[in-house]
C-alpha cells in the first residue's frame, strides 16, 4: 500500500534533505497534566473477574424513628428494639480502554533501522546512521503515541462519562455542578441526599443550593472566606480534602484577593523587589492550576476532594499494559498497543466540593 500524504510528510520531516535544525524535535504543545498525576498516584488495584466494582457505603442509621433511640423504662415496663438494615452499595463498572499505533518496515529503514523479528520487537540500526537521519522516526512515533496516551487518558479523568460510554467515568461524574439530581455509582442523589458533593455553581442555585462565588478583595476577600466556611463542611464528616484543582482565572482570582489583603513579605521595600505571587495554597493544601480546566473552558472552577474517597481502581496486570500484536503474513508492517482497564470509584461524595466564580 502506498504511503499516506501524513505520512510522507512525516518522513520527510526526519530527512536531512527538508530539514535544518539538526537534532531535538522541540515539543510545543505539551503541558501539564496534575490531576492525571494524582490518579496514578491514589490508584488501588483489583483482581480480575465478572462483575462491577462494588463499595459499601452507609449514610443512614435506626428505623426512621421507629425504635431506635434510647427511651426511658423502669421495673417490667416493655421495651422495643430495631434491626439496622441501612447498608448501600455503589457499584462502578470497570472498563477497558485501548490506543494502537502502527508503522512501516519502510519508515525504519529511512530512519536507518532494520527489523530482526517478525513482529518489530527488535530492530538494529545502520552504519551511518547519524548522516542521514535528523530526528529519530521510531523514536518521535514513540513519543507521540506515549503523549496522546496521556493526553487522552487525562482526558477521560477530568470527563464525565457522557463521551464515551465503554469508557471509564471521570472527576465531572463523581463531583458535579449539581449534586441534587442523577444516578452515581447506581445511588439516586436526588433522593440520597449524603450521596452528594457540596458544589457552589450556577446549576446549583438555579436548584435551590448555593451559587457561585462573586470574587472581591473586601471583608477579607469574598472567595477566602466562602474556602474558609466550605473546609469546615468538607471535614464534617471526617473528610480530609488534599486535593485543590482550579483554573487560571479561579487562582488569577485569588492572587487578587490575597494581595489585596496585605499577603506580603515584611522585607519593606529595600533591596530586590519580586512583584510575583508563589504557589497559592489554603489550609496547607496547594491549590494546583490544572491546563486541563482551561481546555474545557471551565478557567473560572476549582475542584477540592479528598483521594481517599475518590479514586482510580486499576485491575491487577491490565493496567498501561503493552502489545505486539503479530503482523499480517502479507504486510511488512508493525503494531503497537496499550491497553487499560479500570474504572474511577468513590465511597464518600460530600468531602468534595466544586466551586465556579463568576
Known sequence: MAFTADELTNIANSALDFYMNKGEAFLQTIQSKPLLDIMERNAKTFPGGKGDLSVAVIGDFGAAGVNDSLVGFTHNDTVNFYTPANNKRANFAWREHHIGLTLTHTELKIDGLSVTDTNGEGTTTHSKREMTVLVGLLETKLQDFGERYAR???????????????????????????????????????????????????????????????????????????????????????????????????????????????????????????????????????????????????????????????????????????????????????????????????????????????
Open 152 to 358: 487522552s487518558l487525562n482526558t477521560l479523568w477530568w470527563g464525565d462519562g457522557t463521551s464515551d460510554a465503554k469508557a471509564l467515568a471521570g472527576i465531572r461524574a463523581a463531583i458535579v455542578a449539581n449534586p441534587t439530581t442523577g444516578t452515581y455509582g447506581g445511588i439516586n442523589r436526588a433522593t440520597t441526599t449524603w450521596w452528594r458533593n457540596r458544589a457552589r455553581t450556577a446549576a446549583h442555585a438555579a436548584a435551590g443550593g448555593s451559587g457561585a462565588v462573586t470574587s472581591s478583595p473586601a471583608n477579607g476577600g469574598t472567595l477566602i472566606q466562602t474556602l474558609q466556611v466550605e473546609k469546615r463542611q468538607l471535614m464534617r464528616f471526617g473528610g480530609k480534602p488534599s486535593v485543590f484543582l482550579a483554573g487560571s482565572d479561579f487562582i488569577g482570582a485569588m492572587e487578587t484577593e490575597m494581595r489585596a489583603n496585605g499577603y506580603y513579605s515584611q522585607n519593606g521595600f529595600r533591596g530586590k523587589q519580586d512583584g510575583a505571587m508563589g504557589a497559592l495554597s489554603f489550609d496547607g493544601v496547594e491549590i494546583m492550576y490544572d491546563p486541563t480546566l482551561d481546555d474545557l473552558s471551565l478557567q473560572k472552577r476549582g475542584y477540592w476532594y479528598d483521594p481517599r474517597h475518590i479514586y482510580p481502581m486499576k485491575m491487577e496486570g491490565e493496567w498501561r499494559r503493552q502489545h505486539t500484536p503479530a503482523r499480517p503474513y502479507n504486510q511488512f508492517v508493525l503494531y503497537r498497543s496499550v491497553t487499560s482497564t479500570g474504572q474511577l470509584v468513590a465511597r464518600q461524595l460530600n468531602s468534595a466540593l466544586v466551586i465556579d466564580i463568576v
